[in-house]
């Protein structure tokens, strides 16, 4: 958005060392970063001052301001509400997290609950990342809700498709380690396709969390020859990592988007998934599905996507670029200027 408009990105940082402080960083002519940094206290009294700190900040060095996006609402509501307040300028609120679903949204408590209704009604504009978010947000708060998917980092698409050369079919799995993604359930998987007998192919499990107690599984079951884990990559290092598997496996119980998946398709990964995230919506989409708590369905498309030596291609790509970055920034270039309710960008 800064290649046509100004553009300042406001965040609330956890950080004990430096609570208190707030910064401002120009990346650009038309792009700026603030941070405002809390540490631990009661009721959040830290977060509390951090933001109005930042507020103050805004205030003063940005003393023109057209509209605000706010990003997930979960935790940082208060905080978007007390900005469309003070700034009195429309607000969109984007919702990329996993907490309206009903597994999740149970669980909150009265004062959450309350906060997002407020949110939601106090919203201009809103977008979930899915349609099947887009369900489980109306069905708490029935007011409408645009569709506007993740975007796929611009710097990739000029990055070939390669074809490897398959001598051991390579599984994928890239996530953090929440219950809900049901990453046992892949492992439980591969010691079918171990016990079945099968020795030509390998799982790659890549998270920036710890993993000690799928290891402990792998451990158990004597799967360290089929099972290696990779720690935290940067964005730069992922396209070798997806250029170097062939499938990739999303076993999850639920999801509102799963940008991995949408990468892996971009890199040509045959795709074996439960049908969540932007995957639920189209009935023509490139990939095999497997049912949720199924690890007998889940090996037996494995074993048929090794026997086929499976890959999207160039299908997986074509079918991504409606998340490009020029169609994913056109959708909110139409929201802003019906809100601003005239061509400002």
Request: aromatic content about 12%; overall charge neutral; glycine content about 4%.
């Amino acid at each position: 958005m800064s290649e046509t408009c100004e553009v300042t990105v406001l965040v609330l940082i956890k950080n004990d060392y430096r609570s208190g402080e707030t910064v401002l960083e120009k990346i650009s002519d038309n792009f700026q970063e603030i941070r405002s940094f809390y540490g631990e206290s009661f009721m959040n009294k830290s977060k509390i001052k951090a933001h109005r700190k930042a507020l103050r900040f805004v205030k003063t060095y940005i003393p023109s301001i057209n509209l605000i996006h706010a990003h997930v609402g979960m935790t940082n509501w208060w905080h978007f509400l007390w900005f469309k307040r003070e700034l009195n300028v429309p607000m969109v609120y984007s919702e990329h997290g996993s907490f309206y679903f009903k597994e999740n949204y149970n669980d909150l408590n009265l004062i959450h609950r309350t906060g997002l209704k407020r949110l939601i009604y106090k919203s201009d504009e809103i977008t979930a990342v899915s349609d099947l978010l887009k369900v489980e947000m109306e069905k708490n708060y029935p007011k409408f809700t645009n569709v506007i998917g993740n975007i796929l980092l611009k710097s990739w698409e000029q990055i070939p498709l390669t074809i490897r050369n398959i001598k051991e079919y390579k599984f994928l799995h890239v996530s953090t380690v929440d219950r809900a993604k049901n990453t046992s359930g892949i492992l439980e998987a591969i010691l079918i396709l171990k016990n079945k007998g099968l020795t030509n192919f390998s799982l790659t499990i890549l998270s920036d969390e710890n993993t000690n107690l799928l290891q402990d599984i792998v451990d158990k079951n004597y799967l360290n020859d089929y099972v290696q884990f990779l720690g935290p990559h940067s964005h730069s290092e992922m396209p070798n990592v997806y250029q170097s598997h062939d499938c990739f496996i999303l076993n999850s119980n639920y999801e509102t988007f799963s940008i991995v998946l949408a990468e892996a398709l971009f890199f040509g990964l045959h795709i074996i998934s439960t049908k969540v995230g932007f995957l639920a919506n189209f009935q023509k989409a490139p990939f095999d599905e497997v049912e949720i708590n199924d690890s007998i369905d889940l090996a037996d498309k494995m074993e048929m996507a090794i026997s086929e030596q499976k890959r999207s291609y160039s299908d997986g790509r074509d079918f991504v670029k409606q998340f490009s970055q020029d169609v994913i920034i056109k959708k909110y270039t139409e929201i802003y200027n019906r809100l601003l309710k005239e061509d400002l960008i």
